[in-house]
């Protein structure tokens, strides 16, 4: 069975369907900050969040990396818009990306 099939949907989004956790909500990026960024283990990923498996973990790393250019450039493009939006309105960008860290 493909993997990214068992194990990573898509939730409708601003900017289009984000590539999430299956039964979840939490996206590829946001394994790839937690594992890269903050140097968790998969295992520290899933303690964190019990709802999902170290198969969920690799799955979402393995679909990055599969679709790295698109996920980079989303996310640059992304960064571009909040950066956009802070000169416009600094009080909804900062909600708006702590709604992200939650969802």
Known sequence: MDVSR???HFVEGAGGPKPCIAGSRIRVIDVLGWYEGLGWSAEK???EF???S???VYAA???YWDHKEELDRRMA???ADDQEM???DPGRIQALLKQR???
């Open 6 to 8: 068992e194990h990573i």
């Open 45 to 47: 990923i899933v303690e």
């Open 50 to 52: 019990p709802h999902i």
């Open 54 to 56: 170290r198969a969920d």
């Open 61 to 63: 790393l393995a679909y």
């Open 77 to 79: 493009e992304d960064d």
């Open 86 to 88: 802070m000169k416009k």
């Open 101 to 103: 860290r939650v969802g």
